[in-house]
């Protein structure tokens, strides 16, 4: 009965802001016939990937279209890469500052309060990061220090790290203290009884997790192509302007086979660290 309240709940509030946001079926189907055909000129032309430059203008000497697409995914990769490795560092030390699991017992008022104090301006810094999209850090940083390498990877970095930082935070607090515990009762200092007695347990995880957010990573990085960073998603738009609907498919296509290569690997090595790592995935 209860699920059922919650189901009709959730139904109504979805209907509330259909009527509000003034959404009508019909406005999933294109307007006029012009915009039909676009469509079906979009969709056929993924049948008919450009192996060769659709615009006649493009210089003699230029790549052909497949070595400029391997450039873009090779740019693509080092914005992951550079951002994961700004991402991954402040998101260790975040999820140790948001966490209680490392604290000493026993514990003064004083120093307890003032725990609380790091732990929920961490779990708040780690909201702030993570509540702003990528693409927004990133028109906000392009506004602020014009269009560069920096800029991308560091709009990827910040929601990135909260986004890490929360779940390594979570990871490990459900991390069994019996360890933790044992060397605490032996005098070992808190950051001691975090590195020696939490954090290995809790490592296949975190790498687990990394290795996901990677591949989101380059997704991400491949989004900032649309606001002018040069990864394979400035190539996507550039021809998408210009109609060049072959030459977006041969891109959609690259990036397609490097997202599942990347997939392939990672789940490998996250089949090898843990075993148990796709079902934790799956549950979060």
């Known amino acids: 009965m209860k699920r059922r309240w919650i189901l009709s709940g959730v139904a109504l509030t979805f209907l509330a802001c259909a009527w509000l946001l003034g959404l009508k079926p019909a406005g999933l189907f294109p307007p006029d016939a012009e ?11 993924a049948l008919h990937p450009a192996f060769e430059y659709q615009d006649d203008g493009v210089p003699e000497d230029a790549d052909p279209i497949w070595i400029k697409g391997l450039k873009g995914l090779f740019l693509t990769l080092k914005f992951a890469f550079a951002a994961m490795s700004l991402a991954i560092p402040a998101a260790l030390i975040l999820g140790f500052l948001g966490s209680s699991a490392w604290w000493p017992e026993p514990c003064g008022p004083l120093l307890k309060s ?17 509540s702003i999209h990528e693409l927004i850090w990133a028109l906000l940083l392009l ?11 560091v709009a990827l970095a910040i929601p990135f790290s909260g986004t890490l930082g929360k779940v390594f935070s979570e990871l490990i607090d459900e ?6 515990k044992a060397l605490k009762s032996i005098g070992h200092h808190p950051f001691q009884t975090f590195v020696v007695g939490i954090l290995p347990g809790a490592l296949p995880n975190l790498i687990t997790y990394s290795f996901y957010r990677f591949e989101c990573a380059l997704r991400s990085s491949a989004v900032l192509g649309f606001v ?9 738009e550039l021809s998408h302007e210009e109609f060049f609907y072959r030459e977006v498919w041969t891109y959609f296509y690259l990036l397609l086979a490097l997202i599942i290569a990347v997939d392939l690997w990672s789940a490998k090595i996250r089949k090898h ?3 148990g790592a796709e079902s934790w995935l799956t549950a979060h």
């Open 35 to 45: 915009h039909w055909s676009r469509m079906g000129e979009f969709f056929k032309a």
């Open 114 to 130: 003032g725990l609380r104090v790091v732990f929920y301006a961490s779990r708040f810094f780690m909201s702030l990061c993570r």
């Open 143 to 153: 506004s602020a220090i014009g269009v560069s390498p920096l800029a991308g990877i």
């Open 175 to 180: 991390e069994s203290l019996h360890a933790a």
């Open 228 to 236: 002018g960073i040069e990864t394979i998603g400035l190539y996507i």
């Open 273 to 275: 660290l843990n075993p």
